[in-house]
């Protein structure tokens, strides 16, 4: 065995005794790179995500100065980025594509499906996709909306379906699909490649997959927060529905993704969970079902569920603690009080965070390494513990990272 | 009225709606029923604050409000608002950021709160947002940011306010999720919040 194949297996060892609540030799220090190694290595935002080869640079000489305990590919978010451009997408921004040169990316979030919408959409999700998002959120999709629906094209039924591909905006469809294709089979096999590297470098991956909430998904791309919010009350039964609807299709999605890619933890990050979007028996009621399902789903196909538990979620934690499939599931948090939460995940889940991203941006080292140690204090006795911020580290100070790396490595030993 | 009011309160749409429909029909006074809606939102606000609400009866009142008004105008003879503005309010999603939908929402609130609002949008550069503060004269900026990249423009908005002998005259309200004391204190502004309220209780304090 190399020494790279033994670090790999130690590094990866660490990472699922963790989530396992086994113990350790120390506490393992993970974090979502985002744009840091772009920043972090002087290369410009524009420039970055526009040449893969440069991304694969930066990100190949984070690994090996920070020598984190996973890795991570630029490609698992940054990849969409020039795919989307082959389609004209139009919900996502980002340096150069409508935001200044150094800014990263940021996506615009809309009411894409109206309230007398929810019945094509529970009765065909597909044809919903296809014949009314594709043609909003893609510009260069946009004829899709012409077509009429394939549902019951049973053959010499519908012989005259294909003449509606006539119309000539048909050839720029066809062309932009084919960019697209082009584009999108370049990254997977750039995506590929990464993740083959470091993992020959000793750097296993964190991540198989990735779902979503079903209640999140209807947030984040059909109703919009505003629309979601006031279903909750408007529309009750129609939001439930919709939850219901897409819960198999977002499990197959996670559960197809982890087979294919080999690792068994699929990253779910929680966006409308917060206390204070809707009351705890609205949680319980439309957020918490069908996530729980979906949890327990994965689990069943023996992957691990990794909840990013973005904002302030402290009074739903008891229940999605009480909840959760034991020594399974990774709960990231990034606003909500983690101490606290130990006491009731010790047995039940590992949790990742939470150094406050304020401080890893315009805290100093010795600001990040007393937090790190109250976190090794405070969350990491019995095991399950993971160092990391509350969100990401696209913006934090590149001593304030090598700092929170330094002080898990030397004092986070069990 | 008062039916008006525990409507609005308790968040019944189509009873509160209906009851509009009827009193106007009845020739009740238009002002009067603004003011019960008016009265209704507080409650809203009371509820909100002591937990038994949250940011989706707000933005459910607010489409209430905004519904109700649209049915009474019609009936306001020239006098269209419930009274003078408590104070004037700009905001602005700061210059790289994009994110409008918290901005919005406490604009919204603050609005129904009895304050003039004037919405600069998203992307804002600082030099207007300077403009606008000696044009319009706010009591309270409010300048919001969902991305940790904001904190930099909000600084240089309230260091510009200073160059600008502005700072003075105006108090300035940090939104966003990623705003916490650490960056309240590095960009020198007056106050944050994390959610639409909080800017309302700390206007109210002002006035």
């Known amino acids: ?414 | 009225m008062d039916k008006i009011t525990a409507a609005m309160a308790d968040m019944l749409e189509d009873e509160l709606l209906a009851l509009t429909d009827k009193y106007l029909a009845d020739g009740k006074d238009p002002k009067a029923i603004l003011d019960a809606y008016q009265a209704g939102m507080t409650e809203v606000g009371k509820r909100y604050e002591a937990g038994e609400y949250f940011v989706s009866e707000l933005i459910l009142a607010g489409e209430m409000m905004t519904a109700g008004s649209d049915k009474i105008k019609p009936f306001l003879k020239g006098d269209s608002s419930s009274g003078p503005a408590k104070a004037r309010v700009l905001i602005a999603t700061v210059e790289g950021d994009i994110h409008d939908i918290g901005k919005n929402i406490a604009g919204t609130i603050m609005e129904l709160a009895g304050y003039e609002v004037k919405n600069l949008g998203e992307d804002v550069k600082t030099s207007v947002i300077i403009e606008e503060v000696k044009n319009f004269k706010p009591k309270l900026i409010g300048l919001s940011g969902l991305l940790t990249l904001a904190y930099d423009p909000m600084k240089a908005v309230v260091d510009q306010l200073k160059e600008a002998g502005l700072r003075d005259s105006v108090k300035v309200l940090l939104g966003g999720s990623q705003i916490d004391e650490h960056i309240l204190k590095y960009v020198g502004a007056d106050v944050f919040a994390n959610d639409a309220m909080t800017n309302v209780t700390y206007l109210n304090s002002l006035v």
């Open chain 1, 1 to 414: 065995m190399t020494d790279n194949q033994a670090l790999f297996l130690a590094r990866q060892k660490r990472y699922f005794d963790t989530i396992a609540l086994k113990k350790t030799d120390r506490v393992p220090v993970v974090t979502w790179v985002d744009t840091f190694p772009i920043r972090h290595y002087g290369v410009t935002m524009k420039d970055a995500l526009a040449d893969h080869s440069i991304l694969d640079d930066v990100w190949w000489r984070y690994h090996q100065e920070f020598e984190p305990d996973i890795g991570d590919s630029p490609y698992f978010l940054f990849g969409f980025f020039n795919i989307s451009k082959t389609l004209d997408f139009t919900l996502l921004k980002w340096a150069g594509h409508g935001l200044h040169d150094d800014s990263a990316y940021q996506f615009v979030e809309s009411e894409m499906m109206a309230p007398d919408q929810y019945d094509w959409f529970l009765s065909d999700p597909s044809d919903f996709m296809f014949r009314h998002m594709f043609p909003r959120v893609y510009g260069s999709l946009a004829p899709l909306a012409k077509l009429p629906t394939i549902a019951a094209s049973y053959y010499f039924f519908t012989p005259f379906i294909w003449a509606a591909l006539a119309d000539p905006v048909f050839q720029d469809v066809g062309r932009a699909l084919t960019q697209a294709a082009a584009e999108s089979a370049k990254t997977l096999g750039e995506f590929v490649s990464f993740n083959t590297r470091i993992a020959e470098a000793g750097w296993p991956f964190p991540i198989g997959a990735m779902t979503q909430a079903p209640l999140d998904v209807v947030g984040d791309y059909l109703r919009g927060i505003k629309g979601m919010l006031v279903d909750l009350r408007r529309r009750p039964q129609m939001l439930l529905k919709a939850c219901e609807k897409l819960l198999p299709t977002m499990l197959e999605l996670g559960v197809s993704g982890c087979k294919q890619s080999g690792v068994p933890v699929c990253f779910i990050p929680l966006h409308k969970c917060m206390d204070n979007f809707m009351s705890q028996e609205q949680f319980e009621k439309f957020y918490w079902p069908t996530l729980l399902e979906l949890m327990r789903g994965l689990v069943a196909e023996k992957i691990s569920p990794y909840l990013l538990i973005e904002g302030v979620c402290d009074q739903r934690l008891p229940v999605m603690i009480r909840d959760a499939p034991a020594g399974m599931c990774i709960y990231h948090l990034e606003g909500s009080d983690i101490f606290k939460a130990k006491k009731l995940a010790r047995d039940k889940v590992c949790l990742r965070g939470n150094i406050p991203v304020t401080i890893m941006m315009k805290g100093t080292p010795d600001d990040v390494r007393a937090y790190c140690k109250k976190l090794i204090d405070e969350v990491a006795p019995g095991g399950g513990f993971m160092m990391d911020t509350g969100v990401n580290i696209g913006d934090a100070k590149s001593e304030n990272v090598k700092a929170m790396f330094e002080v898990t490595r030397e004092y986070g030993v069990y």
